[in-house]
């Protein structure tokens, strides 16, 4: 059974700092691994999906990487802002699934201004 | 604007009594999903659909039961047997098959205990 772990829970940097959110997973059979940010009480937004053939993926000041070999995965936030405190979570989706989505716990991020 | 709504925004439940909750979306997407997040954890699959009149158990399905009468809606229902049913519970769609396309969130409903 897939299992999804995020390092560390909570997070706190000044504003402006880059940083590294860490993900990893047990069963590199992976379909797909996905970054959401989910504000206080709200569902979740897709930041980043990356397929199980690809290394990476950006967005604006977000960088997503993935290695299915070691079983990681880094969400890399340049330039950090208040407005990027939040929770993110990492999720995978299994080969042969139904697209099911394994979470990890989430590492909640504060940016201090 | 396409999206997911989640209906009602907070809900609360009686000893024994059973509780719908409501997932609409207008992205026409085949695959729903239900998911339960408690305090400081990530989801966990309850239930899910890749095609009307189809689903399937998650991982956590004891004590709950969906239907899928309509691509547009898969309502979810916290039976009397879910002993622990206090929990914020999300919504997801996306377009299934084999496309490597993100799930989409509703709001969510936070449902607790009287």
């Known amino acids: 059974k897939q299992e999804v772990t995020q390092i560390p829970a909570a997070l706190s940097v000044p504003e402006g700092e880059n940083l590294v959110l860490n993900c990893s997973f047990t069963?590199?059979?992976?379909?797909?691994l996905q970054w959401f940010r989910q504000d206080p009480g709200k569902g979740l937004t897709s930041l980043l999906l990356?397929?199980?053939?690809?290394r990476e993926q950006t967005s604006g000041r977000l960088n997503a990487s993935l290695d299915k070999s070691s079983g990681r995965s880094t969400l890399y936030i340049a330039a950090s802002q208040p407005g990027d405190s939040a929770t993110y979570l990492c999720?995978?989706?299994?080969?042969?699934?139904?697209?099911?989505?394994?979470f990890g716990s989430g590492t909640q991020l504060t940016v201090l201004p | 604007d396409g999206g997911i709504t989640q209906s009602p925004k907070y809900l609360f439940r009686k000893e024994g009594q059973n509780v719908t909750l409501s997932c609409e979306q207008n992205l026409n997407h085949d695959a729903m999903y239900w998911y339960r997040q408690d305090p400081g954890q990530g989801l966990r699959l309850i239930y899910y659909s890749q095609i009307v009149n189809d689903f399937q158990k998650g991982d956590i399905a004891e004590g709950y039961s969906v239907s899928r009468e309509k691509k547009e809606s898969f309502p979810l229902t916290v039976t009397s047997a879910q002993k622990n049913p206090t929990a914020f519970y999300l919504c997801a769609s996306c377009t299934g098959g084999w496309g490597n396309q993100p799930q989409h969130f509703g709001d969510g409903t936070r449902l607790s205990i009287l």
């Open positions: 069963d590199s059979a992976i379909y797909n």
């Open positions: 990356i397929q199980s053939s690809q």
């Open positions: 999720a995978c989706s299994l080969s042969g699934s139904a697209r099911q989505l394994t």
